[in-house]
């Protein structure tokens, strides 16, 4: 399947093992381990968005849904024709895949990129737990340094999760991606179960 395998191509920090110890947390290429941070830290949301990836000289485009209250955070994402590839949730104990893309799938390194990315700054700092890391935020840009080089970057344009666009730098990874919320519930009221309805005209 040609988009689940650039998924995989793109973003090879989901394939990495979770800590032996912590089901929360995930070893992350350059920046080390982080562990997940409560889902309380932001105000619930739902939304739906058309995701970019590039890696490489390879492009490819997928549909998200990201959902988060106070008890869970659920994803699951699609092709642009609405075929599954990746179901998964985090309830505020363990990350699960339900549906994966490929054997050794790493659902902690997943929702681990979309803390870096939407959660807070302090609590973005509090899930490092390895190597010294620092996390800072300026104009719309987060930065993440280790050992002084910056290894992460995420730009994002909008107030408040679910940000309107953001854009993800892993430059160790030859890996970007571009993302547009195409729509959005500030209370978390539509949920996952929607999806396959919306996807008429996103291409």
């Known amino acids: 399947m040609i988009f689940g395998r650039a998924l995989l191509l793109a973003a090879p920090f989901l394939l990495v093992a979770c800590s032996a110890t912590d089901p929360r947390c995930a070893a992350l290429p350059d920046v080390g381990t982080y562990c997940l941070q409560a889902t309380t830290a932001v105000a619930p949301f739902a939304a739906r968005q058309k995701v970019e990836v590039s890696f490489d000289a390879r492009r490819e485009t997928m549909i998200v849904q990201i959902e988060v209250d106070s008890e869970k955070m659920r994803f699951a994402g699609l092709t642009p024709f609405g075929l599954t590839l990746i179901e998964a949730d985090y309830d505020n104990r363990a990350p699960r895949a339900e549906k994966m893309p490929a054997d050794g799938f790493d659902a902690a390194a997943l929702f681990s990129l979309l803390q870096i990315a939407l959660w807070p700054l302090d609590a973005v700092r ?69 999806i396959r309805n919306q996807m008429t005209g996103i291409r």
């Open 126 to 194: 509090a899930g490092f737990t390895t190597a010294p890391v620092e996390v800072n935020d300026a104009y719309g840009v987060r930065s993440i340094f280790a050992e002084g080089e910056e290894a992460f970057r995420v730009r994002r344009v909008g107030d408040a999760p679910p940000f309107d666009e953001i854009e993800i730098n892993y430059p160790s990874l030859r890996a970007a991606l571009r993302i547009r919320t195409l729509d959005s519930d500030d209370r978390g009221q539509n949920g996952l179960s929607g």
